[in-house]
T-cell receptor
Framework: GAVVSQHPSRVICKSGTSVKIECRSLDFQATTMFWYRQFPKQSLMLMATSNEGSKATYEQGVEKDKFLINHASLTLSTLTVTSAHPEDSSFYIC???WGSGELFFGEGSRLTVL | AQSVTQLGSHVSVSEGALVLLRCNYSSSVPPYLFWYVQYPNQGLQLLLKYTTGATLVKGINGFEAEFKKSETSFHLTKPSAHMSDAAEYFCAVSLRSNDYKLSFGAGTTVTVRA
């Protein structure tokens, strides 16, 4: 099946710093990528939808200035958590689609903000 | 709006025993329903999905699920558990077959005892 890779898988940062998480589709061109956030023992929550070359569409309640999403190419989307704080600590998952009707998920990135 | 409730955050079964994971949904329109599996340190993988037609859906690895509209349920079963079935399982719902705005359940962790 199609492969989506996230990097880094784990990141620890100090409060106030910014962290970038990459999501790459390794063997297909992803017209659309999605970013989710997952709290322990809770559902995956869709944060935003990004289409290559256009601005991301954020879900209600998600801070656009806090979570910057860029989809600069058909194989790469990035999520930057700006001025991170401990409450931003979470598991972030991306998924990608090329229009086949199926989503392909990355392995997830665990962010810990100290 | 749609939502999903997975009953039981953790299920433990003996190898060879029946696996039953419960999922109930809420949707204002006929839903599309999905089951995903996540193995440790890997992305989510689609097990099966229900869109229209036959209410009993067969998926990969011997899993199947039955859509019961009267019970608003989409429970996942496998007749005989294998050690390799140990993973996290997510039920999800969307309003359209190719609508990637999935609403996920909180997930159920399956452990298999030898």
């Amino acid at each position: 099946g199609a492969v989506v890779s996230q990097h880094p898988s784990r990141v620890i940062c100090k409060s106030g710093t910014s962290v970038k998480i990459e999501c790459r589709s390794l063997d297909f061109q992803a017209t659309t990528m999605f970013w989710y956030r997952q709290f322990p023992k809770q559902s995956l929550m869709l944060m935003a939808t990004s289409n290559e070359g256009s601005k991301a569409t954020y879900e209600q309640g998600v801070e656009k200035d806090k979570f910057l999403i860029n989809h600069a190419s058909l194989t790469l989307s990035t999520l930057t958590v700006t001025s991170a704080h401990p409450e931003d600590s979470s598991f972030y998952i991306c998924s990608a689609s090329w229009g086949s009707g199926e989503l392909f998920f990355g392995e997830g990135s665990r962010l810990t903000v100290l | 709006a749609q939502s999903v409730t997975q009953l039981g955050s953790h299920v433990s079964v003996s190898e060879g025993a029946l696996v039953l994971l419960r999922c109930n949904y809420s949707s204002s329109v006929p839903p599309y329903l999905f089951w995903y599996v996540q193995y440790p340190n890997q992305g989510l993988q689609l097990l099966l999905k229900y869109t229209t037609g036959a209410t009993l859906v067969k998926g990969i690895n011997g899993f199947e699920a039955e859509f019961k509209k009267s019970e608003t349920s989409f429970h996942l079963t496998k007749p005989s558990a294998h050690m390799s079935d140990a993973a996290e399982y997510f039920c999800a719902v969307s309003l359209r077959s190719n609508d990637y705005k999935l609403s996920f359940g909180a997930g159920t962790t399956v452990t298999v005892r030898a």
